[in-house]
């Protein structure tokens, strides 16, 4: 079964070093999604992509945070630079529509350590 | 300002039993909503849709109900199994893009 891959699987960081997460979605997704998850909360979107452009980065912080889709395959989320408290899982979901009548299939996630 | 509210303490129940996991919102009116189950350290899994116009879905020991006048979604696992332990989590359609609840523990015991 096709599976959303995300490397690296953990990144251990200091505060004011640069980090980059790496999403491959299910072959034919249109749309792609980064979310972030701290421990005990539910996921809270960052930025959405339909295709190669950005649908809803409302909640995306644009002053240390970046999100690209270059060709409307992969996608890169930049950190730059890592705070304390970006502690948290980062997953990438995508689905074949938009979020508004499709399930969404996630990554296995990026699990942030920022020291 | 708009809520969701899964049962925030874990929920322990004996093998067997009948498992119900209680998602509540106020300040929404999502067309639909959805259910997903998340093992430690693993990404969401999608398990079940329901729509506005629909008051229950099954699928095979996984019953949902939607009550969108009180605002409520009751999520059912019958003959619960250990290997059923995990978090579950609640998303509302809102514009075009889905708002998850925290989520409830769910621990099954043999």
């Known amino acids: 079964e096709a599976e959303v891959a995300q490397s690296p699987r953990y990144k251990i960081t200091e505060k004011s070093q640069a980090v980059a997460f790496w999403c491959d979605p299910i072959s034919g997704h249109a749309t792609l999604y980064w979310y972030r998850q701290i421990l005990g909360q539910g996921p809270e979107l960052l930025v959405q992509f339909q295709d190669e452009s950005v649908v809803d980065d409302s909640q995306l912080p644009k002053d240390r945070f970046s999100a690209e889709r270059l060709k409307g395959v992969d996608s890169t989320l930049k950190i730059q630079p890592a705070e304390l408290g970006d502690s948290a899982m980062y997953l990438c979901?995508?689905?074949?529509?938009?979020?508004?009548?499709?399930?969404?299939?996630f990554g296995s996630g990026t699990q942030l350590s920022v020291l | 300002s708009q809520k969701i509210e899964q049962n925030s303490e874990a929920l322990n129940i004996q093998e067997g039993k009948t498992a119900t996991l209680t998602c509540n919102y106020t300040n929404y009116s999502p067309a639909y909503l959805q259910w997903y189950r998340q093992d430690p350290g693993r990404g969401p899994v999608f398990l079940l849709l329901?729509?506005?116009?629909?008051k229950e879905k099954r699928k095979e020991r996984l019953k949902v109900t939607f009550d969108t006048t009180l605002k409520q979604s009751l999520f059912h696992i019958t003959a619960s199994q250990p290997a059923d332990s995990a978090t579950y989590l609640c998303a509302l359609h809102y514009g075009n893009k889905l708002v998850f609840g925290a989520g409830t523990i769910l621990r099954v015991k043999s």
């Open positions: 329901i729509r506005e116009n629909e």
């Open positions: 979901a995508s689905s074949s529509t938009d979020a508004t009548n499709e399930k969404l299939f």
